[in-house]
């Protein structure tokens, strides 16, 4: 829900473009350069969108007959159209995703499969933070990773979410993807680019996702303009998502004082609230006064989902508290 502010537009404006079809766009190339130098990773490619960048990931990792293992409410498995298995025919294995987002090490460990004409051929292992907002340490993810390893699989993080992860754990964004060969991440969404995101990883790994990324319609001309709102989020972006954690924090506080709301969760910028009565109706009701949510009603529990970002500042947070005491 973000939009591009002021400073990102001229940025837009001014940014140097060439033919990034040929390499030549020297905002592209500064952009996938800064992010590879950040992560401590070889190389990057710059790409349209968080499933492009995954789906390329998953087809250099993988070929026909291989398989990713990732958890049953990864973002990858779930929510991005089975682009993997129908695009490169690449079976996914979900195992069960815990609570704070990663996978339980021993079920990773006893999903890999051993090499056999009846299985697929185990080959990677995709673990995604932030999950729902929720940061997992590296020493936790290391527990997951190193199973991986054991196995000599490669291991890709979807970091969509990363930067809220690395300002909230207040460590560097190469410390934050250490345990991994290969790294999505997002800039759009909070860091608020009106598109983009960047895959990186090894050279070798991204010549061959560079391909698979012209297959799909992802080679780009003059994309400099997009580029340089990526490297405008970089540059001042990043360190005041701490101001949306806190904001989201207050949210969550604000609203569990209120009767007939109960705070389900709160992590890095998201709030998560189950409000008795009518949701869809709820939701109108907000708009009417300018409060746009993202609410997903459930059978059970009617369940919203706050996101604090750059344009929610801490006075329409106080909006938000009093505007929901007003009409649950
Ligand atoms: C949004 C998101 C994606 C996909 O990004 P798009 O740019 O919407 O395709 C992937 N993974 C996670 C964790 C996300 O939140």
Known sequence: MTKPTEAMRQAMANAEVGDDVFGDDPTVNRLQDAVAERLGKEAALFVASGTQSNLCALMA?????DEYIAGDMAHMYRWEGGGGAVLGSIQPQPVPMLPDGLVDPEVVDASVKPDDHHFART???CLENTKDGAVQSVDRMRE???VGRKHGLSIHLDGARMWNGVVELGISAEEFTSEFDTVSMCLSKGLGAPIG???SGPAD???EAHKWRKMSGGAMRQVGVLAAAGLHALDNHIDRLADDHSNAARLAE??????GVTVAGQATNMVF???DGDVPDLQAQLLERGIRTLITPSPRRSIARLV???DVTADDVETVINTFAELV
């Open 123 to 125: 080959k990677l292992l």
């Open 308 to 310: 604090c970002h750059l």
């Open 61 to 65: 990792h993988c070929g026909r007959g």
């Open 205 to 207: 790994f991204i010549h």
């Open 273 to 275: 609230i189950a409000v």
């Open 197 to 199: 995101s960047v895959l």
């Open 144 to 146: 997951a990773t190193l």
């Open 254 to 259: 604000g609203l569990g004082n209120i009767d």
